[in-house]
């Protein structure tokens, strides 16, 4: 497998509502919130051909007891949603996440 290109991004839990969040990740990447606050949009424009082979992404929460995940993906962005480790329900934290980009697989 070929090296490859490395994005990161911070999401601030309370933006992204009505118009996309800024964002401090690379650049024609935006953030926005899908209705709820648990659930963030993230869209590139890498026009992936097969997402779940050139794209593997980490994601990690700013608060302790909120648990992140990668909830979906396709060739033009990927959906984190959050919940609480303590109750299970749903909620918002700031989150960084690194993306490993594999253009030639």
Same mark, same amino acid.
């Given at each position: 497998?070929? %090296?490859? @290109?490395? +994005? ?5 839990? %309370?933006?992204? +509502?009505?118009? /996309?969040?800024?964002?401090?990740? /690379? ?6 919130? %899908?209705? @709820? ?7 590139? %424009? ?24 990668? @909830? ?30 594999? /253009?030639?697989?």
């Amino acid at each position: 497998m070929a %090296n490859p @290109q490395i +994005f990161s991004g911070y999401i601030k839990a %309370n933006a992204g +509502f009505s118009t /996309p969040a800024p964002f401090d990740g /690379p650049s024609g990447w935006t953030v926005c919130k %899908n209705g @709820q606050t648990e659930i963030y949009q993230i869209r590139h %424009n890498l026009h992936l051909v097969n997402p779940a082979k050139q794209m593997h992404i980490t994601v990690t929460s700013m608060n302790a007891v909120v648990l992140p995940t990668v @909830q979906s993906m396709s060739s033009d962005g990927f959906v984190i949603t959050t919940l609480r480790s303590d109750s299970g329900a749903a909620d918002e934290s700031d989150l960084m996440f690194i993306a490993a980009y594999y /253009p030639n697989v």
